[in-house]
């Protein structure tokens, strides 16, 4: 298995608290970007204190409540299934602060991380201020649900963003980095994708490379996976009858978004 694929695991952290994904900068090739999936049962509750890091906790699937201490989101979250294909809740807290969630339903959280030294206020992301865009045509169409874009200056590091792709497509497509710190005409940001699949027995493939092809791997990527991309082109093909979500964290030294195609691809945008 390649070294940038996940399986879900089952550790349980506590009474109705299981982790299903632990990626951070001790357990991968990562510098900037950790991330955390955690399954609640109904009433158990998860907590942390956060250090020189920021968090969005994002309500996969079920409901939850969540504070800081000081201020408290009842009962966020508005699906219960990411096929559902409507945007969900978050809420961002801050380097230095702490955190508790409390499972009102069954539910599935993302915790997706970042460095932060600069503290900023805890923000609820309402479903309803998620930016919604249709990217790419013909076999290239996706729908992103934009949580926390560049555009937004809500955190200091993080983006965030989910993607829907439809049967028989490609994502990420034509392949495109972002590893190169070289503003204004690439960003360097390293990424996870958490992938989910309709119905739940389908697979997806996924490619990382790099130029030199130092890295080179090609995935096959099934449900509740998780695929790293520390650096390189990074594309997601959906075989026909499947559909496919990701939820996709990234950061860097700059919290800006510019990626690079590759040239041996960049032509199938002229057809």
């Given at each position: 298995m390649s070294y940038l694929l996940r399986k879900p695991q089952t550790d349980e952290l506590s009474q109705g608290v299981k982790v299903v994904h632990e990626v951070t900068t001790s357990n991968s090739d990562?510098?900037?970007v950790e991330f955390k999936v955690v399954d609640l049962a109904p009433g158990s509750r998860y907590t942390?204190?956060?250090q020189k890091i920021e968090c969005c906790i994002v309500a996969v699937t079920g409901k939850i409540t969540v504070t800081d201490h000081d201020q408290t989101f009842e009962s966020i979250g508005t699906?219960?299934?990411v096929f559902e294909r409507i945007p969900t809740d978050s809420v961002y807290v801050s380097n230095d602060q702490s955190f508790e969630i409390t499972a009102v339903s069954q539910a599935r959280v993302a915790l997706c991380y970042s460095p932060?030294?600069?503290q900023l206020p805890t923000k609820l992301i309402k479903a309803e201020d998620n930016g919604v865009e249709h990217r790419g045509k013909r076999s290239?169409?996706?729908i992103v649900h934009n949580i926390l874009p560049d555009s937004d200056p809500s955190a200091n590091s993080l983006l965030v963003v989910e993607v829907y792709?439809?049967?028989g497509n490609w994502s990420s497509y034509p392949p495109h980095k972002h590893d190169q710190d070289n503003l204004p005409a690439e960003s360097f940001l390293e990424e996870t994708y958490y992938h989910?699949?309709?119905p739940p027995?389908?697979?997806v493939f996924q490619r990382v490379y790099t130029d030199d092809r130092s890295i080179d791997e090609t995935m096959t990527v099934e449900n509740e996976n998780v695929v790293i991309v520390p650096a390189g082109y990074h594309p997601v093909g959906v075989p026909d009858g499947y559909a496919s979500y990701y939820l996709n964290v990234m950061a860097g030294p700059a919290r800006k978004w510019k990626f690079h195609n590759d040239p041996d691809h960049e032509w199938i945008l002229e057809r």
């Open positions: 990562l510098e900037y942390e204190e956060l699906r219960d299934s932060s030294e600069k290239n169409k996706r792709t439809d049967s989910e699949m309709d027995q389908g697979f």
